[in-house]
C-alpha cells in the first residue's frame, strides 16, 4: 500500500524550488518513507508529521531523491531519529547523494 503522507505548498516553480513530497509506502512490520525535493525550513515540518504516523517497528526513510537540505531538514530528520529511537523502532536512511550527503559528511566532520 502506498499512502501520500504530506506535500509542500506550492512554490513558483521559477524560483528554482522543489517541493518536498513524502510517500509512506507500508509493508508488514515496515515503513518506508520515501523523500523528494528539498528537505529545509519550509519543509521540516512534514518529515515529523510523517514520522509522527509511522507505527510500524522498522522505518526506512529513502532520501534518494532529497536535492537540497539546509540546517532545518537536518534538525527534522535528527529529531525523527530521536523520536524512532525512543519509540523503540528500527531506522535506515538510504539514498543519501549530492548536497544533502556533503552536509552530513561536514556536520559529522565538525563533530
Request: net charge negative; aromatic share 4%.
Amino acid at each position: 500500500m502506498t499512502v501520500l503522507v504530506a506535500e509542500a505548498a506550492v512554490v513558483d516553480a521559477s524560483e528554482g524550488y522543489e517541493a518536498l513530497v513524502v510517500h509512506a509506502s507500508i509493508d508488514r512490520d515496515r515503513c518506508t518513507l520515501n523523500l523528494a525535493g528539498e528537505l529545509d525550513c519550509s519543509s521540516s515540518g512534514q518529515l515529523l508529521r510523517a514520522a509522527t504516523a509511522v507505527g510500524q517497528s522498522g522505518v526506512v526513510i529513502d532520501m534518494g531523491l532529497v536535492s537540497f537540505m539546509d540546517c532545518s531538514g537536518y534538525g527534522s530528520l535528527m529529531a525523527a531519529l530521536r523520536m524512532f529511537d525512543q519509540r523503540g523502532q528500527t531506522v535506515v536512511i538510504q539514498g543519501l547523494t549530492g548536497q544533502p550527503t556533503r552536509l552530513l559528511d561536514l556536520i559529522t566532520q565538525l563533530g
